[in-house]
């Protein structure tokens, strides 16, 4: 299967605010798994890292953890370690060439923790074809967005019809 093929399933949440972002997060967090990478798209400012952000202070929380969870805009990846899952957060933006990917470990990471990559362009082909694409775009008021989630993969249209059942799903 080819990444431009079109996608197994794909479908709109409209998102109100920034805590409607960070709901979608809360539904998603307990749900990853490893192996599991997001593709997070959209512009500056769309809220990629305050997505991110609410799905990793979630996944802390269930472990009893508050940490501040910096944008790694410059680190380019942030680690968590949680009791034996990591999640990898990087901010690719500033990343100047795809062989980078292999040099941060990227690569290793896609099969064996959760990834939640902003700025997923940056890697080409090394993009998995198995990840979920959460793309925000930013709606007409300030504070609306439309998250397009979408893949190629069976495993996310189930777990996105699982956010549709505890009420905070498609709309
Ligand atoms: N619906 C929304 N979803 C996400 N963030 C929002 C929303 N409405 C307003 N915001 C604000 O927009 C900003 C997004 O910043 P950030 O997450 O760093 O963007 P990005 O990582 O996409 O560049 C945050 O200050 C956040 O509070
Ligand atoms: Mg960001």
């Not at 890292?49 to 680190?75: K, M, W």
């Not at 933006?93 to 290793?108: A, I």
Request: overall charge negative; glycine content about 8%; hydrophobic content about 45%.
């Amino acid at each position: 299967m080819d990444s431009a093929d079109p996608p197994e399933f794909r479908t709109e949440i409209s998102l109100a605010d920034a805590e409607a972002t960070e709901d979608l997060a809360i539904s998603l967090a307990p749900k990853l798994q490893a192996g599991d990478v997001l593709l997070i798209e959209g512009p500056i400012g769309a809220g990629k890292s305050h997505f991110c952000r609410s799905v990793i202070q979630n996944r802390l929380a269930a472990l009893g953890r508050a940490e501040d969870v910096p944008s790694p805009t410059y680190t380019l990846v942030q680690v968590y370690d949680l009791e034996g899952l990591e999640i990898w957060h990087a901010d690719l933006y500033r990343l100047t060439s795809p062989d980078d990917v292999f040099e941060l470990g990227l690569n290793d990471a896609f099969d064996h923790a959760v990834c939640l990559v902003e700025w997923p362009d940056r890697l080409g082909a090394a993009a998995p074809e198995g990840a979920l694409t959460l793309h925000l775009m930013p709606g007409l008021d300030p504070d609306s967005r439309t998250a397009i989630l979408s893949a190629h993969n069976a495993r996310w249209a189930s777990v996105i019809s699982g956010l549709a059942a505890c009420g905070n799903g498609p709309t």
